[in-house]
T-cell receptor, first 116, second 113 residues
Framework: DTEVTQTPKHLVMGMTNKKSLKCEQH?????MYWYKQKAKKPPELMFV???????INESVPSRFSPECPNSSLLNLHLHALQPEDSALYLC???????????????FGSGTRLTVV | QKEVEQNSGPLSVPEGAIASLNCTYSDRGSQSFFWYRQYSGKSPELIMSIYSNGDKEDGRFTAQLNKASQYVSLLIRDSQPSDSATYLCAVHGYGGSQGNLIFGKGTKLSVKP
């Protein structure tokens, strides 16, 4: 079992819906990440939180809204998505942003999102 | 723009053979290098990390790093059908907002029984 837990595992939502993806880790990591992965493509970085503060937003559309309520939790709020947003959304964590280079990132199992 | 390049494959090897996966990167400031394995529909799983020039061995896996050539490779000895997956090379630099993990497009490996 992965030490980074993502829920739900699958999500189907309409273009007018509002939904949230959740990610939780209990490894004491202080950096958490959201990645988006389309089929047969590598993961693409969306957001980075370091010590509960947003440090990176890779020009992601505002229909994606991240939130880090505490050091263990990371949410991704979704609103008015488009069909092209359908993808595997991956959460990852590392000890801190610089330590991600020392130990790599631990990924959750992902949420398979389909926008209809 | 920082890039990580991999042959997309598919790379097909017979069971028991050595699979050789290659990766090049553009940022000379990169200091940490990782190989992730990703099964279809699953999330990436870290299998090897390497930080210094030379070889690092872990079981059937050997990572090789040559910073002068900006080249990283992964060798899988005694390949098994269960090794069939996409292998992602990832590179981590340091400094400000650039200190993040950048992935290559991945090489799909198929091990034939």
């Amino acid at each position: 079992d992965t030490e980074v837990t993502q829920t739900p595992k699958h999500l189907v939502m309409g273009m007018t819906n509002k939904k949230s993806l959740k990610c939780e880790q209990h490894m004491g990591h202080r950096a958490m990440y959201w990645y988006k992965q389309k089929a047969k493509k590598p993961p693409e970085l969306m957001f980075v939180y370091s010590y509960e503060k947003l440090s990176i937003n890779e020009s992601v559309p505002s229909r994606f809204s991240p939130e880090c309520p505490n050091s263990s939790l990371l949410n991704l709020h979704l609103h008015a998505l488009q069909p092209e947003d359908s993808a595997l959304y991956l959460c990852a964590s590392s000890q801190d942003k610089s330590q991600g280079g020392n130990y790599g990132y631990t990924f959750g199992s992902g949420t398979r999102l389909t926008v209809v | 723009q920082k890039e990580v390049e991999q042959n997309s494959g598919p790379l097909s090897v017979p069971e028991g053979a050595i699979a050789s996966l290659n990766c090049t990167y553009s940022d000379r400031g990169s200091q940490s290098f990782f190989w992730y394995r990703q099964y279809s529909g699953k999330s990436p799983e870290l299998i090897m990390s390497i930080y210094s020039n030379g070889d690092k061995e872990d079981g059937r896996f050997t990572a090789q790093l040559n910073k002068a050539s900006q080249y990283v490779s992964l060798l899988i000895r005694d390949s098994q059908p269960s090794d069939s997956a996409t292998y992602l090379c990832a590179v981590h630099g340091y400094g400000g907002s650039q200190g993040n993990l950048i992935f290559g497009k991945g090489t799909k490996l198929s091990v034939k029984p």
